[in-house]
């Protein structure tokens, strides 16, 4: 219950707050410039439209909603909180730690799928005449927009977490956007480091795991679910909570 509550309040925060829809204008207005482009490019080469999603998966403006928005969104769970002070009144509230946790990663999470959402309206418009005039197959782009919300599930855990041990909201946008930075380049960086155990089973599978944006292509984009990858995401999302979770439990004891 008071999960619910917590995720009440967050979500109304959010759709106030002015940050959210300058994310969201500014999404809108880079994106629909780039799916001109794209369509335009499938048009004048009769491309097959199924092929359209997956095109405007590796779009500049995908990658930087990845990149950024997670820090942007967390950045005042608790840190605003702390440096305000309303951090104390909460601790003293009649509700779990763990249900204040689960309540704001939630609501970030619902409101950057909600970010989300008319993308995947412009896709249904544009299988109608004046535009492609056939169906575009939403097996691929729902497996995709999957495997895209698990990774910004995990992003956004990371944010809750980092946002719990400032009270600078700005410092921890910039660790969120760190980590996003450094999860995403991991594969690469790790693989310099290993030598040849790099080519051993363990070896394999560790820098496949780290290997998001390689897996988000090769699995989620083209309709494919990769089981081990999804618990792999939900491991990472339940750690991080578990670190918000015990920051804020110290914090109380203290």
């Keep these: 219950m008071g999960a619910i509550t917590t995720l009440k309040k967050e979500l109304l925060s959010y759709a106030v707050s002015p940050v959210s829809w300058v994310i969201a ?4 207005l880079v994106r629909g410039f780039e799916l001109d482009g794209i369509a335009r490019s499938f048009a004048v080469f009769k491309a097959d439209p199924n092929q359209f999603p997956s095109a405007t ?6 990658f930087y909603m990845v990149l950024l928005v997670p820090g942007i969104l967390t950045m005042r769970c608790f840190a605003e909180e702390r440096r ?6 909460l601790m003293t509230a009649p509700i779990r730690d763990l249900e204040v946790v689960l309540g704001k990663w939630l609501a970030a999470t619902i409101f950057f799928a909600v970010l989300w959402l008319p993308s995947v309206l412009v896709l249904h418009v544009l299988e109608y005449g ?12 729902l497996s995709a927009y999957l495997g895209m919300f698990l990774l910004s ?7 809750c977490f980092a946002s719990s ?13 760190l980590f996003t930075g450094l999860l995403t380049q991991a594969s690469t960086i790790l ?21 998001v944006y390689g897996n988000f292509s090769s699995w989620f984009a083209r309709g494919l679910i990769d089981t081990s990858q999804v618990v792999f995401y939900l491991g990472g999302i339940g750690f991080f909570l578990f670190l918000t979770w ?9």
């Design 25 to 28: 204008v500014l999404f809108y």
């Design 57 to 62: 998966y590796g779009a500049g403006s995908t």
């Design 84 to 89: 305000t002070g309303s951090i104390e009144t």
């Design 130 to 141: 004046p535009f492609f005039g056939a169906d575009i197959s939403f097996g691929p782009v």
């Design 153 to 159: 599930g995990l992003l956004l855990s990371f944010g």
């Design 165 to 177: 041990l400032t009270e600078n909201v700005l410092l921890a946008a910039i660790l969120t956007m």
């Design 191 to 211: 693989a310099q480091y290993l030598g040849d155990w790099r080519n051993e089973y363990y070896g394999r599978e560790l820098l496949s795991k780290l290997d």
């Design 246 to 254: 015990t920051s804020l439990t110290s914090r109380r004891q203290a």
